[in-house]
């Protein structure tokens, strides 16, 4: 992992953006990490995009704005595509992460061009398998440590674990179902 990791996410309301930006930061944190993990809104309503943040690193974080030049993106809506540059400001280096069942090459038309590295996982498939629902978060979340690096697979579904067993206790199915969208996630995004 570099020294500092940015992510920004890319969502609408009610899909779980926020939430998977803040269970990010936490469960680095656990490892070791200097976190940050803020959402970007307004009087947003259920379904209105959003934007979410993330800081990652080894050492602390002095700077507590947005982030205008992340190093990953993750696009949890992939209609966002037709209505946000979600590449805005996206390093070279880096690479962007969109929950979609299209190929990657029919995404590529929407991208602005962007010439970094471009990921896909269909968040909905995974969690309509594990969960029965669809909330994309969980695979999204997956995907972003997976292709970020930030943690290993082991120590995120450990961290992961936990998180989930103090957050849902008296629901030990949810856990599991997260677990499983986890795992999945971690396998499929390509």
Do not use: C
Not at 60 to 86: A, C, G, M, Q, W
């Amino acid at each position: 992992m570099k020294d500092l990791i940015e992510i920004r996410w890319h969502g609408r309301g009610g899909q779980g953006a926020k939430t998977a930006a803040l269970l990010l930061a936490d469960v680095a944190f656990s490892t070791g990490l200097y976190v940050q993990g803020f959402p970007e809104y307004g009087p947003e309503r259920m379904g209105a995009p959003i934007t979410a943040y993330n800081r990652l690193s080894r050492n602390k974080i002095r700077n507590h704005s947005n982030i205008y030049h992340p190093d990953y993106v993750v696009v949890v809506d992939e209609t966002l595509l037709d209505s946000v540059d979600v590449t805005s400001g996206l390093k070279k280096d880096g690479a962007i992460i969109i929950n979609t069942s299209e190929k990657k090459e029919q995404i590529l038309p929407k991208l602005h061009n962007y010439e970094g590295e471009v990921y896909t996982i269909d968040a909905r498939r995974i969690s309509m398998e594990a969960l029965g629902k669809y909330f994309p978060n969980s695979p999204m979340l997956a995907a972003i440590v997976k292709v970020s690096g930030v943690m290993n697979d082991a120590d995120f579904l450990e961290e992961m674990r936990k998180s989930y067993a103090h957050k849902f206790a008296s629901k030990p199915e949810v856990i599991e179902g997260n677990m499983m969208a986890l795992s999945l996630a971690l396998q499929e995004v390509q």
